[in-house]
């Protein structure tokens, strides 16, 4: 039986193209995982957007 990947939750979007030096998406995350929420970020190539990311429950 092939294990299975855990089923991800976007829980932002973010631009990639977002001003010099700001990193949003970075810390929305951090605030996320603050609160307790398990958040990563992760790059959508197909979109070109940065997505805030947590493994379902």
Request: proline letters at 11%; a negative charge.
């Amino acid at each position: 039986m092939k294990p299975t990947k855990p089923q991800r939750t976007v829980l932002e979007r973010f631009p990639a193209g977002g001003p010099r030096g700001s990193w949003p998406a970075e810390e929305y995350a951090a605030a996320q995982r603050a609160q307790g929420t398990d958040a990563q970020v992760v790059m959508d190539l197909a979109t070109d957007q940065f997505l805030v990311v947590t493994d379902a429950p």
